[in-house]
Structures are given as C-alpha cells and as structure tokens.
C-alpha cells in the first residue's frame, strides 16, 4: 500500500514542499506545526509563547483527526524551542494536551531559528492500532 497524504484544513496549509502528514502502513508523520492559524494563514501570538504552543498542539490535533487518530495515538513529538529558558513552560503547556498514561516519547532541542521566527515548532509520529 503506498504512503497517503493526510490533509485537514483545519491546520495551517504547508508553507513549503511537504504535506501537513503523510501515513505509511499503519504510522502517520505529522509535520512540524507552527502557530499559524489555518484559516487566515497568519501567524498568532505576537510571539507569545503560552498562545503560540496552544496553537501548535491544536493544529496537531487537526491533522491527527484528519487521519483518523487522536494525540493519544501519539508515540513520538519532536519539538524546537527559539529559547529552552521557555521550557518548563512550553512543557506545562505540552503536557496539558496528553493523558500522563499516554504520554509519548519525545526531545525538546533549542534552535537558532525557526520559520517565520516562532517561537516553538511540534512535529510527531502516530500509530494506527
């Protein structure tokens, strides 16, 4: 069975050549989701991070609905922070959106830069059961 496109237009259209997720077999592959609203395309939260990070975790969501899955299918995130002094607050914030049994694995790495300079990017991996 070849990869599928996974598409919502409840999350922000791909700002560059790559799909919102792609699934293989039974894992779906979100991309990288900004604090973009899906809508409008513009970016939300003036660089707040607190407003930015629920944004991301919402435009996941989508996507991972979009698929058919939920964050509780969720076995890996990826996130990219501009500044690890946000952190404990991005994580707050993370750890928010998961049931503590369910919680995926996962790294938080600080970056230099990050599209349209955000302030913290998630991607992650799903598994279809």
């Known amino acids: 069975m070849p990869p599928t496109i996974i598409y919502s237009p409840d999350a922000p259209a791909p700002i560059g050549p790559y799909s919102q997720g792609i699934q293989a077999g039974n894992t779906v592959y979100v991309s ?49 922070v501009k500044d690890l002094g946000n952190f404990g607050l991005i994580n707050d914030i993370y750890g928010s959106y998961f049931e503590a049994d369910y919680a995926p694995a996962r790294e938080t790495v600080e970056v230099s830069r990050l599209p349209k300079d955000v302030q913290v990017e998630i991607s992650c991996v799903a598994v279809r059961a």
Request: with cysteine; aromatic share 2%; net charge negative.
């Open 32 to 80: 990288g989701q900004i604090a973009l609203d899906a809508h409008t395309g513009q970016l939300i939260g003036n660089g707040d991070v607190t407003t930015e990070t629920h944004q991301v975790m919402r435009n996941l969501q989508a996507v991972l609905q979009a698929a058919g899955l939920t964050l509780r299918d969720v076995v890996k995130c990826s996130i990219f």
